[in-house]
């Protein structure tokens, strides 16, 4: 092992430059690839959250409702409305409904906009509509309720909050496929790079690796130094990825978002470790398979 650790530091000091090069390539792609899974997983919790609060709206006609299945100048009956709770009550999917009278979402109309006097006054309770909000058992199972009553009596419009949720978390996904794909392309990068080192060390040193062949020296004796360089330059550049990764958690998320923002249940250490423990993987996966290509035309006599 004596022979193996001196080439092994033999041939970094050769090629510092590279070994350098190496180690922030690494860095920055290793880095960003534990963004892209670090926003992979925020996005599944805010998925798991907010999904899971999905409410189905379904608001009545008013006398001055346009549009939907309201007559003109007419409200909703309370006929329709209970055609409109027995046929949400008896869909499957339900989990629970409850009716919001128009006092009641003028009420909490009156709170939301308590700092906005023009508005205020220029709102009464006529404008109102009374609504049902409907709970579901699986919110990606919507579609079925919403067209089972959108086409009733009296019902002037259906809301599903997964229209507005849906775009955001769209947007979220691309932003988190746009981090993984660069990183990709850095790592791939990289492994170049590491081929490219290992490729001109074993260059320098061919008169050497051939003695060893004749001697009748072992692949793996012969490789072994190459593989703790490209070992030890990956696993730099993984080590600077995982500091990274826990300063971003540190100093932006949980000194920064998680107190200026506390309705999001944000990623924690879990998640981090999660990330850094891939990171690992990936980084010990680039040293070993590029230095084995770039040897194994070395190895012959």
């Known amino acids: 092992m004596r022979h193996t650790f001196s080439e092994t530091w033999s041939g970094l ?3 510092l430059s590279m070994t350098l090069a190496v180690v922030v390539t690494m860095w920055v792609s290793l880095t960003l690839f534990g963004a892209g899974l670090l926003v992979a997983q925020q996005v599944e919790r805010l998925k798991d959250d907010w999904y899971d609060k999905v409410e ?22 309370d006929v329709q409305r209970d055609v409109v709770r027995q046929t949400l009550e008896s869909n499957p999917e339900v989990d629970q409904v409850f009716y919001e009278t128009r006092d009641q979402a003028y009420q909490q109309f009156r709170e939301y906009y308590a700092d906005n006097d023009p508005i205020l006054k220029s709102t009464t309770v006529d404008m109102m509509q009374d609504s049902f909000r409907v709970k579901l058992k699986n919110p990606q199972e919507y579609q079925g309720v919403v067209s089972a009553v959108s086409g009733l009596p009296g019902v002037q419009q259906v809301q599903d909050l997964r229209k507005f949720l849906d775009p955001l978390f769209a947007w979220l996904n691309l932003a988190r496929w746009a981090t993984v794909g660069l990183s990709a392309l850095l790592l ?13 060390a074993a260059y320098s040193r061919r008169r050497e690796i051939g003695i060893m062949r004749l001697v009748g020296a072992s692949n793996w004796y012969i490789m ?25 958690e540190k100093f932006v998320i949980i000194d920064r978002a998680a107190v200026e923002i506390r309705t999001i249940r944000w990623i924690d250490w879990s998640n981090v470790g999660w990330s850094m423990a891939s990171l690992a993987v990936v980084a010990v996966v680039l040293s070993i398979i590029p230095t084995l290509i770039a040897t194994r035309r070395f190895l012959r006599v």
Do not use: H
């Not at 791939?188 to 001109?200: E, P, S, V, Y």
């Not at 593989?227 to 826990?246: I, R």
């Open 224 to 248: 072994l130094p190459f593989l703790l360089e490209s070992l030890l330059a990956a696993v730099g550049g993984a080590a600077l990825a995982c500091l990274t990764l826990a300063a971003v």
């Open 56 to 77: 189905i709206s379904v608001f009545m006609c008013v006398p001055d409702s346009r549009g939907g299945n309201c007559v003109a100048g007419e409200a909703a009956t």
């Open 188 to 200: 791939l990068a990289a492994a170049l790079q590491i081929g490219n080192t290992i490729r001109m």
């Open 13 to 15: 000091r050769r090629n």
